[in-house]
């Protein structure tokens, strides 16, 4: 490990001007690449107290061995040289997308005598006229099917066109007329390539107006008595629409736009790219990618961005560019897009109408690609073992941790304070032994507090069932907590039941217990199995600020590597947690908010609730009301009626409504009507 302050340059000796840097590692392998609109001001950054820096950044420093730099005249050819410099180096610290497969593309050969249609995957050849890229190559071949019935363009290979001239005689495509056959003479190369170009503006987007000129001739035909022929151009228009309604419509203003949206968590992120050509999706990609380096949205906005028009010219490079995030300096970004293009680019974030109604689309899918991701990550056995292996290697287990139980504590300013227990079994969640707890031994917000209670409840149900089962023969050490009477049982963990012969769920014990936060939660939860006399469950906490493993009585955290299938699996684990926790303290507020005086009242259900309310109006005017009166309510008896004004009368009064204009009392009479 190196020490920045050995390669660090002289005071003054870093131009203030823009600029790429690399930095090298001690085999002169270029590590990281970034560019800057002050060097001296960005550089400077890298060589503060190591402290203070991101943990990805603290490590790129230090593997770093020495630091170069390449002063240019604008933040626009920074960005340029930057792009150039990442696909020649590769450097292991710099943000790269990946994708697991080749896109495909509807391509026209426009550099050939006879321009040909095909699908093609990988570089893009100059003098090819691409469309898309699809998601699927039999999307493309369906289209083009239907196409080649009103263009018939070329599709056969060089070898099969070359044995058609030789033999005089077309492919099976120019008998049914899905083909001009130029290998035989039937049309001349500017006939050829005049087809060729029709179909290439059709793709583009210019759909209309061919469209209604074959409706002009089809109604010329017709005029004319032409009626095989009228026929025929009335099929090409059909033709033509339904490979139109193969992309939907999505701007009606036919909109030429590239939307880009992302989606991430701490160490992974997904981007998807809609394209929309003549307000129709044309093709559709996207790419995963580490956090390598510390980035935020526009900074991977900035490197998608740089992936996706890099070698791009023309018009694959659209006049409209959406982002969920402007990059760091929009304004070189746009500039640099315009000089690919040759014209003006728009790089903005949408707002309103359907534009951002398409990015919400276009960031779900994001969402779900992320997510597909982490599945197909998690779901592999082979990684999964390697993951439970460098958990048991980074925390000095005896064995891997089979099972894996995190809690976390969830809470909104402190009220509807709520825990929750999620479980892993040889790295797959376990869902049917998830459980919810509710703090019970104090008011008020205190995580700390709060773990130490919910992991001494989780255990003493442990207890209870070894005891219950005849494992736990020994006296619990001394100082240790007694576990609890089945009386003292908390309905709301397990709930009831009765006792078939098998264990109950809280008798099987992690390997490890995860918490979410740093050394105080850790402590108060290794605190919570001391008191209990258990000392065969390793805890450790997941800090989620810096993504640190904390050990207790530990004063620094265990870093694992990013790349880490370990600390992958323990991220999993504890964002599981979170969403348990949260979703359930989400439910318990919002029954809390709709909750009614009426809920008192034993044997009272939600449809003689309503009718209560809507007969009276409100709350109010019911508590008001006689026992008689509310035995008028059709299926309210009076035992019922009886109940209900009991349970209301029992309510503290409301609050006196106040005239926020004036400062009086409005107070109501017994219609109801303010005074």
């Not at 239907?146 to 001239?165: D, E, H, I």
């Not at 030789?166 to 500017?190: D, Q």
């Not at 004319?224 to 099929?235: N, S």
């Not at 009718?611 to 009076?638: N, Y």
């Amino acid at each position: 490990m190196a020490d920045p302050s050995s390669y660090r340059p002289k005071p003054g000796q870093i131009p203030d001007s823009p600029g790429v840097y690399r930095f090298r590692d001690e085999h002169r392998r270029v590590i990281y690449v970034g560019k800057a609109k002050s060097l001296r001001q960005r550089l400077a950054n890298y060589f503060q107290d190591l402290a203070n820096l991101h943990p990805r950044t603290r490590t790129m420093v230090t593997t770093a061995a020495s630091v170069e730099w390449t002063v240019v005249a604008t933040e626009v050819e920074a960005l340029q040289l930057e792009y150039s410099w990442i696909k020649e180096y590769d450097p292991r610290f710099n943000v790269k997308y990946r994708d697991d497969k080749s896109y495909p593309y509807l391509a026209v050969t426009l550099n050939e005598e006879f321009p040909r249609v095909q699908v093609m995957r990988g570089a893009k050849k100059k003098g090819v006229r691409y469309f898309g890229p699809y998601g699927h190559a039999w999307a493309i071949r369906e289209t083009v099917d239907l196409m080649l019935r009103v263009f018939p363009v070329r599709t056969c290979s060089a070898g099969v066109f070359k044995n058609a001239t030789r033999t005089g005689r077309p492919c099976l495509l120019g008998y049914i007329g899905k083909c001009s056959a130029p290998c035989v003479g039937r049309v001349t190369p500017e006939e050829h390539r005049e087809l060729a170009d029709d179909f290439c503006d059709f793709m583009a987007g210019r759909t209309g107006t061919y469209i209604r000129r074959l409706e002009k001739d089809m109604m010329a035909a017709a005029e004319e008595m032409e009626y095989e022929r009228a026929a025929r151009l009335r099929d090409d228009v059909e033709a033509l629409k339904r490979a139109m309604e193969k992309s939907a419509v999505v701007l009606a203003d036919a909109t030429d736009a590239d939307l880009i949206a992302l989606a991430e968590d701490e160490l992974e992120a997904a981007v998807q790219i809609f394209h929309v050509r003549g307000g129709r999706v044309r093709g559709q990609r996207g790419w995963v990618t580490d956090k390598v380096e510390a980035v935020d949205t526009s900074d991977l906005v900035e490197h998608a961005l740089q992936q996706l028009y890099g070698e791009e010219t023309g018009d694959s490079v659209p006049k409209e560019v959406l982002v969920p995030a402007l990059p760091e300096d929009p304004e070189a970004v746009s500039q640099w897009l315009a000089d690919r293009r040759g014209s003006q680019v728009s790089l903005r974030i949408p707002q309103r109408g359907d534009k951002k109604d398409l990015m919400v689309t276009v960031q779900r899918n994001a969402q779900q690609a992320l997510g597909l991701h982490k599945t197909k990550r998690a779901s592999d056995l082979t990684t999964r073992s390697r993951a439970l292996e460098e958990i048991a290697e980074a925390l000095g287990l005896d064995s891997a941790p089979l099972r894996i139980e995190c809690f976390d504590i969830s809470h909104l300013q402190g009220d509807d304070v709520v825990a929750s227990m999620v479980v892993f079994e040889d790295g797959l969640a376990r869902k049917s032994e998830y459980r919810r707890f509710q703090i019970k031994g104090f008011e008020g917000q205190d995580d700390v507090r709060s773990m130490h209670e919910v992991i001494g409840r989780r255990f003493k149900r442990y207890l209870q069932e070894k005891e219950r089962t005849g494992e736990w023969e020994t006296p619990a050490p001394t100082g240790a907590v007694p576990a609890p009477e089945a009386s003292d049982a908390d309905p709301f963990e397990v709930g009831s039941r009765e006792d078939d012969g098998r264990p109950k769920r809280f008798a099987y014990p992690p390997q490890l217990v995860v918490v979410d936060g740093g050394q105080p939660q850790v402590a108060a939860a290794m605190r919570a199995l001391d008191e209990l006399g258990i000392d065969d469950v390793a805890v450790c906490g997941l800090a989620k600020r810096l993504e640190e493993v904390w050990l207790p009585e530990d004063d620094d955290p265990v870093v694992l590597p990013r790349s880490s299938e370990g600390l992958y699996l323990l991220q999993r684990v504890r964002d599981e947690a979170h969403r348990f926790a949260i979703t359930y303290q989400r439910a318990k507020r919002a029954k809390r908010i709709r909750s009614s005086p009426l809920d008192a009242v034993a044997g009272l259900g939600e449809t003689r609730k309503q009718a209560l309310i809507k007969h009276f109006g409100s709350v109010k005017k019911l508590k008001q009301a006689t026992i008689d009166e509310i035995c008028e309510v059709p299926g309210i008896g009076r035992r019922t009626a009886e109940s209900v004004a009991v349970a209301l009368a029992s309510t503290a009064p409301a609050a006196p409504a106040v005239n926020t204009a004036t400062g009086e009392i409005i107070e109501e009479d017994d219609g109801g009507s303010a005074t």
